[in-house]
């Protein structure tokens, strides 16, 4: 069993930076490959960004690459979501999520197993 606690989100104006945190428990977490997913109101639950279990290979979104950062701290038993240059069209509750399979499987939210609650994320115009 896995539980992930999302943090870090907030209002922020366009252009501005925000880090979001996902901590998961259990001792399993370098067996997880980590996915960030995100859900706008009204919206499907898109895909954001993934890592794999060590950290070496990333995937991101056409939508976020060049702005976003995923990266990971196993020993902290950490995902972190660095957003830079942010748009209102990034507003959305931000997830986390982990599955033990690694990319492509990271792509698609219905073969995560375990999720956390979501932090908000409102970018202003």
């Known amino acids: 069993q896995v539980q992930l606690?999302?943090?870090?989100?907030?209002l922020v104006q366009a252009g501005g930076s925000l880090r979001l945190?996902?901590?998961?428990s259990g001792r399993t977490f370098s067996s997880y490959a980590m996915g960030w997913f995100r859900q706008a109101p009204g919206k499907e639950r898109e895909f954001v960004a993934a890592i794999s279990w060590g950290g070496s290979n990333t995937y991101y979104a056409?939508?976020?690459?060049g702005r976003f950062t995923?990266?990971?701290?196993?020993?902290k038993n950490t995902v972190y979501l660095q957003m830079n240059s942010l748009k209102p069209e990034?507003?959305?509750?931000?997830?986390c999520g982990a599955q033990p399979?690694?990319?492509p499987y990271t792509l698609r939210a219905d073969n995560y197993d375990y999720w956390g609650q979501g932090t908000q994320v409102t970018v202003s115009s």
């Open 70 to 75: 995923i990266s990971r701290d196993n020993a």
């Open 90 to 95: 990034d507003t959305a509750v931000y997830c």
């Open 101 to 103: 399979r690694n990319w």
């Open 21 to 24: 945190s996902c901590v998961a």
């Open 62 to 65: 056409d939508s976020v690459k």
């Open 5 to 10: 606690v999302e943090s870090g989100g907030g």
